[in-house]
């Protein structure tokens, strides 16, 4: 018997039902600034949803301005940290939101960013604890978005280091991990195979190669998934770079998804989203 939601939120993340995630970050617009025009983003959020991506991140006041259709098949993901490219500590992420809040908007999980190695790390660490707390007491997923960034990491793609990572994020109550790369890329099996919890790989390829190629070497690492903002959001076609990347993720799973979607014709025009490509700099 299920004592709370959280075993059906953590299904929803996983649209295929496989226990594989592609999820779309979008809170880059408090980091780093806009994403798309704003009379875009439901055209950007039904490209996504029609590429196929399991779940969507985004900031407390993005998701009330949702339209709930949109997200009828793709999970909601509220991002409770913050910080922007203006402080002059980047990398002190603070929490501007709470599981309560999450909850009322219709989330299907929470993350929280923490930086291991920060001037702050202290404190990102007890907001850590403290939304892992709230989050059993309601149900909640909770997905840690956790980077070696600071002035006391000398490699922040060192397999040991992000092994490291990966287990403060487990033991402080995590139910998901997202975390840099290690380097080389076949050395990523060493940090899922020292994490309790599913592993998801943040962002592209580092010195900007094929997408797709990369997302395969990581899977095949053991990840359990991607989270890959920029890279989608920025190309003239991300409902169709969405598509590739779940049959990557899901296998048979994302490509009958995405085929589903072609045949409705939601992928051949890219829901209009071929209008704009913006680059924005920051972390996906």
Not at 252 to 267: F, K, L, P
Request: one cysteine or more.
């Amino acid at each position: 018997m299920l004592k709370t939601g959280k075993p059906l939120r953590l299904r929803r993340l996983s649209l295929a039902g496989d226990d594989r995630h592609l999820l779309v970050p979008l809170d880059h617009t408090v980091s780093d600034g806009p994403v798309a025009p704003a009379g875009q983003w439901d055209d950007l959020l039904r490209a996504l949803v029609a590429g196929g991506a399991d779940g969507i991140i985004v900031h407390k006041g993005r998701a009330r301005a949702l339209a709930p259709d949109i997200l009828k098949d793709c999970a909601l993901v509220v991002h409770l940290s913050a910080s922007t490219a203006c402080s002059a500590d980047v990398d002190a992420k603070v929490l501007v939101g709470d599981v309560e809040e999450a909850l009322r908007l219709g989330a299907d999980a929470v993350s929280v960013h923490v930086n291991i190695g920060s001037d702050t790390e202290g404190r990102q660490l007890a907001d850590l604890g403290a939304v892992a707390r709230s989050c059993d007491a309601w149900g909640m997923p909770l997905i840690a978005m956790i980077y070696p960034r600071g002035p006391r990491i000398e490699n922040p793609r060192d397999p040991a280091l992000l092994a490291h990572l990966v287990n403060v994020a487990a033991d402080l109550g995590a139910d998901m991990v997202k975390t840099s790369v290690a380097l080389p890329l076949d050395r990523m099996a060493e940090v899922v195979a020292h994490s309790p919890i599913p592993v998801l790989a943040a962002g592209g390829p580092p010195d900007g190669s094929d997408l797709i190629e990369y997302g395969t070497a990581v899977m095949a690492s053991g990840c359990q998934g991607l989270a890959v903002g920029r890279r989608i959001f920025s190309d003239p076609s991300p409902a169709s770079l969405v598509s590739r990347l779940a049959a990557v993720v899901h296998g048979d799973g994302g490509t009958s998804r995405s085929s589903r979607a072609e045949s409705r014709g939601e992928i051949a025009d890219d829901m209009g989203m071929s209008k704009y490509s913006t680059i924005v700099a920051g972390v996906a």
